[in-house]
C-alpha cells in the first residue's frame, strides 16, 4: 500500500471524519500525493494521554541516568534547582517554536527553521537532530549493554544482570546482548510509521521509569531511616579555578534530559484539537521534572561520592537492606527495558530527519519501503557499532549535550524568536531569547573547554 501524505493547512480543523496519512512528515517538507483512496489509512487523531506519554518518552529517556552524577558534581540543592531551572526554560523555548508555527502554518520544526532562515537554517536544524539522536540512542545501547553484561568503564568491573546470573559466557557479552537487542527489539519497533503506533510502548515506559524512582526512592528511605546513609554535600566543592570550570560540565546533560523539541510538531500533527499541544507539552514537563528530581535526590542520597556517571550501574552490590539482590535486578531490568521502548520514539525523527539531509526532493520516505528499510538499517548499525566503541554514557552526553542538543533546545528557537519575521515577538520574548542564547553559548563552550582540559589531563598522566 503507498502512503501519501496531507496537506498542513487541510489538516487543521475538525478531522474526525478525515483520513489521516501515515506520516505526518516531522522536521521535513510535506507533500500531497493523490493516489486514490488506498494511499490513505483510517486515524482519528492521538489522544491527549497518548501525546503525554509519547512526548514524556521522548523526555524521560537515558538522561535521568547520568542526573545523580550531576548532583556530585553541582551539589545537591544547586543541582535540583538547575532541574527546575531547565524545565522552565524548556516550556519557553517550545512555546516559542510552537507560537510561530501556528503563524507561518509550519508542520515541523524544520519548516519553522525554513521560513526564518531559508534552506540552510532548516539543514542545520536536520543535521542537528541527527547528531543529537544519533549521540541519544548510542548512550540507550551502551546502558543497556553496562545493565545486562556489565561495565568497567570507571577502572572497576560492575557485574551487569546476565552475569550475575550465570557467570561469565560469550552469550552474554556486551556485544552479543547489545546485538540480541538490536536484531529482536529495537528494528521491530523502528518499523513504524506514525508516532501515536507507539502510545502503548510509550505508556509502559514512563510506568517502568516511574517503577525505577520508587524502588530507588523507597531503598534510599529505608536506609536513610536505619542510619545506613550520610548526608550528601549540599554544595559544590570549590578550591579552585579549575573545580569552578568542572562545574559547567553538567550542563550539558541538564540540558541533553529534556531534549524534546524535535518530536513536538509530529505528535501536534496528530492530535486531533491542536490547541491541546500547550498542555500537553506542560503535562509532559511536570511529569518528567518531578520524576528526574525524585531520581536525582534519593539516587545521589543512596550512593552519595561512589555515584557513577550511570548510576544504574551501582545497582551491583549489596545494598545493606533485605531482598537486596532482587531490588537490584528489579531496577535495572526494568529500565532497560524502559530505554528499548524509549528508543523508537527518538529514532522515527532521527530517520526522517538523514532522509530529508540524503534524499531533498524524494518521495516522502513513508511511501518507499525499500527507502525507508535502507536507512533504517544503516542507521541501526551505525548506532550499534558507536555503542561498541564508547566507554561512557558521560562522554557521549557531553559532546551531544554541548552542541547539537543546545542548539535544537535552545538556541534555534531563541534565534526565530530575535529574528520574528512576523512581528509577533514581545520585549519580553526578545530579553529571554537573549539570555538564552547567552547562557547556552557561554555554559556550553566553558563545558567543552573544562572536557578537553580534563581528556588531555588524563593523556598526560597516562603516558607519565
Not at 491527549?48 to 550531576?70: D, E, H, K, Q, Y
Not at 532541574?83 to 507560537?99: C, K, P
Not at 551491583?316 to 521502548?341: C, E, F, K, Q, T
Request: net charge neutral; with cysteine.
Amino acid at each position: 500500500m503507498t502512503i501519501g501524505s496531507i496537506n498542513p493547512v487541510e489538516k487543521r480543523g475538525n478531522r474526525k471524519n478525515k483520513q489521516i496519512v501515515e506520516e505526518k512528515v516531522p522536521l521535513l517538507p510535506t507533500k500531497h500525493e493523490e493516489d486514490g483512496e488506498g494511499g490513505y489509512v483510517e486515524f482519528n487523531g492521538a489522544s491527549f494521554a497518548g501525546a503525554v506519554f509519547n512526548l514524556s518518552t521522548t523526555i524521560v529517556g537515558a538522561g535521568i541516568m547520568a542526573l545523580p552524577a550531576t548532583m556530585k558534581v553541582l551539589g545537591l540543592v544547586p543541582g535540583l534547582l538547575m532541574i527546575v531551572f531547565g524545565a522552565i526554560l524548556t516550556e519557553s523555548s517550545i512555546e516559542m517554536l510552537v507560537r510561530f508555527s501556528r503563524v507561518c502554518k509550519a508542520v515541523s520544526y524544520g519548516e519553522v527553521m525554513g521560513d526564518t532562515f531559508g534552506k540552510w537554517g532548516k539543514t542545520l536544524l536536520q543535521i542537528c537532530v541527527v547528531v543529537n539522536n544519533v549521540g541519544v540512542m548510542i548512550v540507550y545501547m551502551i546502558i543497556i549493554g553496562d545493565v545486562l553484561s556489565g561495565t568497567s568503564s570507571s577502572g572497576v568491573h560492575h557485574f551487569g544482570v546476565l552475569e550475575g546470573w550465570f557467570g561469565s559466557h560469550w552469550w552474554n557479552s556486551r556485544f552479543f546482548v547489545v546485538l540480541l537487542a538490536t536484531l529482536c527489539v529495537f528494528t521491530p519497533l523502528a518499523c513504524f510509521k506514525r508516532v501515536d503506533s507507539l502510545r502503548y510502548t510509550s505508556a509502559i515506559s514512563v510506568a517502568l521509569a516511574v517503577v525505577f524512582v520508587v524502588i530507588t526512592a523507597g531503598i534510599a528511605i529505608v536506609k536513610l531511616i536505619s542510619g545506613g546513609i550520610s548526608m550528601p554535600k549540599l554544595f559544590p566543592e570549590v578550591t579552585d579555578l579549575n573545580s569552578v570550570w568542572n562545574l559547567f560540565t553538567a550542563v550539558p546533560v541538564l540540558v541533553t534530559a529534556y531534549i524534546c523539541h524535535y518530536n513536538v510538531h509530529p505528535i501536534d500533527n496528530e492530535l486531533d484539537d491542536s490547541s491541546q499541544i500547550k498542555p500537553i507539552v506542560r503535562t509532559s514537563l511536570l511529569l518528567c521534572s518531578t520524576v528526574y528530581i525524585t531520581t536525582s535526590f534519593f539516587g545521589f542520597l543512596l550512593f552519595g561520592e561512589q555515584t557513577l556517571d550511570d548510576v544504574l550501574a551501582n545497582f551491583d552490590s549489596n545494598l545493606g537492606i533485605p531482598y537486596s539482590s532482587i531490588l537490584n535486578d528489579s531496577v535495572r531490568v526494568s529500565y532497560a527495558i524502559h530505554l528499548m521502548l524509549v528508543f523508537p520514539i527518538i529514532f522515527h525523527a532521527l530517520r526522517l530527519n538523514l532522509d530529508g539531509l540524503l534524499f531533498p526532493s524524494a518521495r516522502p520516505l513513508s511511501g518507499d519501503n525499500k527507502r525507508f528499510a535502507g536507512v533504517t538499517a544503516a542507521l541501526l548499525l551505525v548506532i550499534f557499532l558507536a555503542a561498541n566503541f564508547i566507554p561512557s554514557i558521560w562522554d557521549a552526553f557531553q559532546f551531544t549535550g554541548a552542541t547539537a542538543a543546545v542548539c535544537i533546545a535552545f538556541i534555534f528557537p531563541a534565534a526565530i524568536t530575535l529574528r520574528d519575521r512576523h512581528s509577533i515577538a514581545s520585549k519580553k520574548d526578545k530579553i529571554l531569547s537573549v539570555f538564552m542564547i547567552v547562557l547556552a553559548v557561554f555554559s556550553n563552550a566553558v563545558a567543552v573547554y573544562s572536557d578537553a582540559r580534563a581528556l588531555f589531563s588524563k593523556s598526560d598522566d597516562s603516558q607519565t
